[in-house]
């Protein structure tokens, strides 16, 4: 996912609005993922087994913190100058 991000590329979805929140007010990506991610687990509590949500809090928090402390708007730029320079 991390990949997708730093290309400017979503997969649908909250993606979207995280990549457009991001662009527009500089808001990180990242932690709109989490907060949406935790709107939704919280209101899943009233149709899902309580299991199945501690599974699903586990992998959003792993995801989520990756890409909070991964994504750098300006990487994918620093990335290909970099190479230029190789080259």
Known sequence: ?????????????FNILAL??????GIRA???????DCTIVVLSLFVVDVYLIALSVVGAIAT???L????????????????????
Do not use: D
């Open 30 to 36: 990242g932690k709109v993922q989490m907060a949406l």
């Open 1 to 13: 996912m991390l990949v997708i991000f730093r290309h400017k590329m979503s997969l649908g979805g």
């Open 68 to 87: 909070a402390m991964n994504h750098k708007p300006g990487a994918i730029s620093l990335c290909r100058a970099s190479l230029r320079a190789r080259f």
């Open 20 to 25: 457009f929140l991001q662009e527009r007010f």
């Open 64 to 66: 989520n913190l990756i």
